[in-house]
C-alpha cells in the first residue's frame, strides 16, 4: 500500500496529467462536476490519506495530497501551462471549498514566480501567513525572471534552479526583488540550488 501511496505522490509531482496517474492503491470517493470542472476525491484502503483533484480539459489541474494520517496539512502540485485570464482562481476557489475547515497548505516541492505571487494573495482571501516555513526551491523555467544566464537550465522538464556559480545568488535575490519578491532566498551549497523560505498557510 505504501508503494501505491509513494507511485501517486510521484506522479503528482512529476506533473503528469490526472488522467495518467496511477490510483491502483486508493479509493474515489466522489467525483462531481462543478460548474464544468471535475472534482475527484480520492483516499487510500486504510484511510489514512487524502488526495483531493480538480481538472478540466487539457489536463490542467491543482491537486491537494495530505502529509500525514488526517492531519489537515495539505501539499499542492499545480499543472498548467496554459490557462485563460481567471482561469487558475476559479479553479483554485473551487478546489479550496472542499476542503477541510483550518486546513494547512505547504509547499513541499519547486515554486515559480508566479506561484510565489499566488501564494501570498492568498493572505486576501481567506488565508494567514502560519509560523512554521517551507523551503521550496525555485524552478528552473521562469522567463520572466530571466535566469538562462545564472544557471543550468534544464530543456526539457521543470528543475529546480541549479546555479553556474554560487556567487549567482545575489544576482537572483536581486531579480526576485525587482518582482516585489520579499521572501527570504537561501542557497542549498550542496546541490547549488535556490530555496524560498515560504510561510505556510493556514486557513482562517
Known amino acids: 500500500m505504501n508503494q501505491g501511496r509513494n507511485y501517486l505522490d510521484d506522479n503528482l509531482k512529476s506533473g503528469k496529467p490526472i488522467s495518467e496517474l496511477n490510483v491502483y492503491t486508493y479509493l474515489i470517493e466522489s467525483n462531481e462536476i462543478e460548474d464544468g470542472w471535475t472534482i475527484q476525491k480520492y483516499t487510500n484502503q486504510s484511510h489514512e490519506r487524502r488526495v483531493l483533484l480538480v481538472n478540466i480539459k487539457e489536463h490542467k489541474y491543482i491537486g491537494y495530497s495530505e502529509?500525514?494520517?488526517?492531519?489537515?496539512?495539505?501539499?499542492?502540485?499545480?499543472?498548467?501551462?496554459?490557462?485563460?485570464?481567471?482561469?487558475?482562481?476559479?479553479?483554485?476557489?473551487?478546489?479550496?471549498?472542499?476542503?477541510?475547515?483550518?486546513?494547512?497548505?505547504?509547499?513541499?516541492?519547486?515554486?515559480?514566480?508566479?506561484?510565489?505571487?499566488?501564494?501570498?494573495?492568498q493572505i486576501s482571501k481567506g488565508y494567514k501567513y502560519s509560523s512554521n516555513y517551507s523551503y521550496p526551491f525555485l524552478s528552473d523555467h521562469d522567463k520572466q525572471l530571466k535566469l538562462k544566464e545564472l544557471?543550468?537550465?534544464?530543456?526539457?522538464?521543470?528543475?529546480?534552479?541549479?546555479?553556474?556559480?554560487?556567487?549567482?545568488?545575489?544576482?537572483?535575490?536581486?531579480?526576485?526583488?525587482?518582482?516585489?519578491?520579499?521572501?527570504?532566498?537561501?542557497?542549498?551549497?550542496?546541490?547549488?540550488?535556490?530555496?524560498?523560505?515560504?510561510?505556510?498557510l493556514v486557513k482562517i
Open 67 to 121: 502529509k500525514g494520517t488526517y492531519s489537515n496539512k495539505w501539499t499542492v502540485k499545480v499543472d498548467m501551462p496554459y490557462v485563460k485570464p481567471g482561469e487558475y482562481a476559479k479553479m483554485q476557489a473551487i478546489v479550496i471549498s472542499h476542503m477541510p475547515d483550518k486546513h494547512t497548505v505547504f509547499m513541499d516541492d519547486c515554486i515559480s514566480l508566479d506561484g510565489i505571487r499566488n501564494w501570498d494573495k
Open 151 to 200: 544557471v543550468d537550465l534544464n530543456e526539457v522538464e521543470f528543475k529546480y534552479a541549479t546555479l553556474k556559480d554560487n556567487s549567482n545568488l545575489d544576482k537572483v535575490k536581486e531579480l526576485l526583488l525587482s518582482e516585489g519578491i520579499t521572501h527570504e532566498v537561501m542557497l542549498n551549497e550542496n546541490e547549488k540550488t535556490v530555496q524560498i523560505k515560504l510561510p505556510d
